[in-house]
Every structure is written in structure tokens, then in C-alpha cells.
């Protein structure tokens, strides 16, 4: 267990500098009202968990601890949408699309309630 955290750990400090560094270059490169730089983070995330995940069904190559490294710890830190969307696909191969349905917006407005709710009692 202590492996598995220190590996989780690892990858989390690793995401978040990868996080930090691409804020960095999105905002020095590109000015605007839209968050760019988040977008970028979210689908940069996504699209690699989704290699990570992808890779992992098509072999043996990727061990349950590079997964936690990888996948829970560097995509996990560097942006939790990327976990968000790959849930999301999993519903979809389910075809589970009352969860899909409740899941998608409850996330984003609960997000956003819970963040304002969050900012108004220390305001």
C-alpha cells in the first residue's frame, strides 16, 4: 500500500508542475476571455488517459502500478476532467444513459453551485 501511494504521490506531484507549465505557455501564448489554458489542461488530460487506458486493454505493457503512476497520479493531478470524461465513455459503452443523463449536468452544476456556495461564506 505505502508503494502505491508514494507512486500515486509521485505522479500527482509530476501533474501538477506539467499543470502549472502548461498555464504558463497557454497564457504567455494566447490572451482572451475564454479559460484556454484549463481547456487545454481538460482535453490535453483526457486525451491522455485515454491513450494510457487504451494501451492498457491492447497489452500486458502497462502494470497496475504504472497505471496508478500515470493514470491516477500525472492525469489525475494535471486535470480531473480527464477521469470525468473517461467515466463518462464508460457509462457510454454501458449504454447506461440514466446515469449519463444525471452524471454530465449534475457534475457541472453542483460543481459550480458548490464552488459559489464555497466563495459566498468566505466572501
Not at 30 to 49: C, D, Q, Y
Not at 59 to 82: H, M
Amino acid at each position: 500500500m505505502i508503494k502505491q501511494l508514494l507512486l500515486v504521490g509521485i505522479g500527482g506531484f509530476t501533474g501538477s508542475i506539467f499543470r502549472y507549465l502548461t498555464y504558463l505557455w497557454v497564457d504567455k501564448k494566447f490572451e482572451g476571455a475564454f479559460p484556454l489554458a484549463t481547456f487545454s489542461v481538460n482535453i490535453i488530460g483526457s486525451f491522455f488517459l485515454g491513450l494510457l487506458y487504451g494501451a492498457a486493454v491492447r497489452s500486458d505493457l502497462i502494470s497496475q502500478d504504472l497505471r496508478l503512476l500515470l493514470g491516477v497520479g500525472i492525469c489525475g493531478s494535471y486535470t480531473t476532467f480527464s477521469t470525468f470524461a473517461f467515466e463518462n465513455m464508460g457509462l457510454l459503452g454501458q449504454k447506461d444513459f440514466v446515469t449519463i443523463a444525471y452524471y454530465i449536468p449534475g457534475s457541472i452544476l453542483l460543481g459550480l453551485l458548490a464552488a459559489y456556495g464555497g466563495y459566498s461564506i468566505l466572501r
